[in-house]
């Protein structure tokens, strides 16, 4: 085996708690049948209790997703991926 004497790495970084996917705001397995589908791209809240100032993230428009509660103008899905999100309901379109 031939040996690689300039290799350079990148440093090495660790992600801030933020980055990391919590627990309970997952499903596992991840739907594989969707009731609502996302037409604009618009922001998402976790799913845990408790507004945040700013969002956790963007759904992307056409992204799958599975409505599991209405509350007003916001609506409690579970994304394609596993992830259990609040985003506004007038972003979202019923597949059915």
Same mark, same amino acid.
């Not at 009731?35 to 056409?62: I, M, S």
């Given at each position: 085996?031939?040996? #690689? +004497?300039? #290799?350079?790495r990148p440093k090495a970084v660790v992600l801030p708690d933020s980055a990391l996917v919590r627990r309970k705001s997952t499903i596992s397995p991840p739907p594989n049948q969707f009731t609502h589908e996302v037409t604009r791209a618009q922001p998402y809240f976790a799913f845990e209790a408790g507004q945040a100032d700013a969002? +956790?993230?963007q759904l992307d428009p056409n992204l799958? *997703? *599975?409505?599991?509660?209405? +509350?007003g103008d916001w609506c409690y899905v579970a994304v394609e991926d596993g992830r259990l999100v609040k985003t506004a309901c007038s972003g979202l379109r019923g597949l059915y």
């Amino acid at each position: 085996m031939e040996q #690689v +004497d300039r #290799v350079i790495r990148p440093k090495a970084v660790v992600l801030p708690d933020s980055a990391l996917v919590r627990r309970k705001s997952t499903i596992s397995p991840p739907p594989n049948q969707f009731t609502h589908e996302v037409t604009r791209a618009q922001p998402y809240f976790a799913f845990e209790a408790g507004q945040a100032d700013a969002p +956790d993230g963007q759904l992307d428009p056409n992204l799958k *997703v *599975v409505m599991l509660r209405r +509350d007003g103008d916001w609506c409690y899905v579970a994304v394609e991926d596993g992830r259990l999100v609040k985003t506004a309901c007038s972003g979202l379109r019923g597949l059915y």
